[in-house]
């Protein structure tokens, strides 16, 4: 039976039932919240493993949100372990089977007491030196690849460690699923004698020698304090930078190198067909958007005539037969002069933003 946190509640994740008590008796139980550091975006899925000193005692258990839809966090789920004492617990997030972040967490369960913890998401993957899917913080046996997480070899009740996992799954070259973690990644890929990372599934690609995802950092000293989650945009709409809000979400006004912007951190940014969103105000628009970027329709930062786009200067609008009238961009102020012909005296082509 799978039973409901107080609220929030944001999930229904497994219960693991312990044998029903007295009416009046509270079970075993953890009271667990899931939550996210900023940066690690949008997912769609969190995979869920349980191990106690016995081994998995539940592996890959996975929650996953609607179609198309994404899992909002924090969220708290109720787990029901099958017996009391320590737990170590080991989520990792994804977006469309890539994976976003990862946490880890140690518990005791207590008998007859509902215990109340918090699992925090890390950008990208955790450490693994023994590469065997089990982060090296609730790892039994950190430097001997062992996924299944039973004893290491020489504890009392031990089954052989690694040993124990080639016997019953296949030996660690042979790359079966057996020694693989719930990505299907084998401990050793290549056949030899080391123990390989992780592969990287990140969509920037791992820091070297680590599993590790590489993150872009906006220039110009932009940050973000927090992400909005944004979606698809199916109608026409403004952004005001003056304001600095629009689509329903408001910005914040940051000052960069003698600029004063508007900047919006979405996790996604998706304009529709048929969609225009049109940007207006004195400032200039940053947008940081930390996860795809999807523009079907138009977004629409140009000036109109003499009036400026966002952050930009007014252009000269000159009326039929002249004079030319400069624009008030840096540098604006002039006026051509051009001879008959246009030879012999300034460039007569197109102008630059100062003269619009």
């Known amino acids: 039976m799978t039973r409901v946190a107080p609220a929030p509640v944001l999930l229904l994740l497994f219960a693991v039932a312990a044998g029903s008590g007295c009416g009046g008796d509270v079970p075993t139980s953890i009271l667990l919240t899931i939550s996210a550091e900023s940066g690690v975006g949008e997912i769609d899925g969190i995979a869920l493993d349980i191990f106690d000193d016995a081994g998995i005692a539940v592996s890959a258990h996975r929650v996953a949100a609607d179609a198309g839809a994404s899992i909002s966090l924090p969220a708290t789920i109720v787990l029901y372990p099958p017996r009391p004492g320590m737990l170590r617990l080991r989520a990792?997030?994804?977006q469309q089977g890539t994976p976003r972040g990862e946490g880890v967490l140690q518990i005791v369960a207590r008998a007859g007491e509902q215990?109340?913890?918090t699992l925090a998401l890390?950008?990208?993957?955790?450490?693994d030196r023994d590469g065997d899917g089990v982060p090296d913080a609730v790892d039994n046996c950190p430097d001997v690849p062992n996924p299944r997480q039973r004893p290491c070899a020489g504890e009392a009740g031990s089954e052989g460690g690694a040993d124990a996992d080639a016997a019953a799954d296949g030996p660690r070259d042979s790359g079966d699923a057996g020694d693989a973690t719930a990505d299907g990644v084998a401990p050793d890929t290549t056949g030899d004698a080391t123990t390989d990372l992780p592969p990287c599934a990140c969509p920037l690609g791992c820091k070297p020698a680590s599993a590790s995802c590489r993150r872009l950092v906006p220039s110009g000293g932009f940050t973000a304090g927090s992400y909005r989650t944004l979606g698809p945009i199916n109608s026409s709409a403004t952004i005001d930078t003056d304001a600095c809000s629009g689509l329903g979400i408001s910005g914040a006004v940051q000052s960069r190198g003698g600029a004063t912007v508007?900047?919006?951190s979405v996790t996604r940014l998706q304009i529709n067909n048929n969609v225009v969103v049109s940007v207006h105000g004195s400032?200039?628009?940053?947008?940081l958007v930390d996860g795809d970027v999807d523009i079907r329709g138009v977004l629409d930062l140009g000036g109109k005539g003499a009036t400026p786009?966002?952050?930009g200067f007014a252009g000269g609008v000159t009326p039929t037969g002249g004079p030319a009238m400069a624009g008030a961009g840096p540098g604006g102020g002039g006026v051509c002069s051009c001879p008959a012909g246009g030879i012999g005296g300034d460039d007569c082509g197109g102008a630059g933003g100062s003269f619009g």
């Open 92 to 94: 990792l997030g994804s």
């Open 115 to 117: 215990v109340e913890a």
């Open 262 to 264: 508007c900047v919006l």
């Open 283 to 287: 400032r200039a628009l940053v947008l």
């Open 309 to 311: 786009g966002p952050g």
């Open 122 to 127: 890390q950008i990208g993957r955790l450490a």
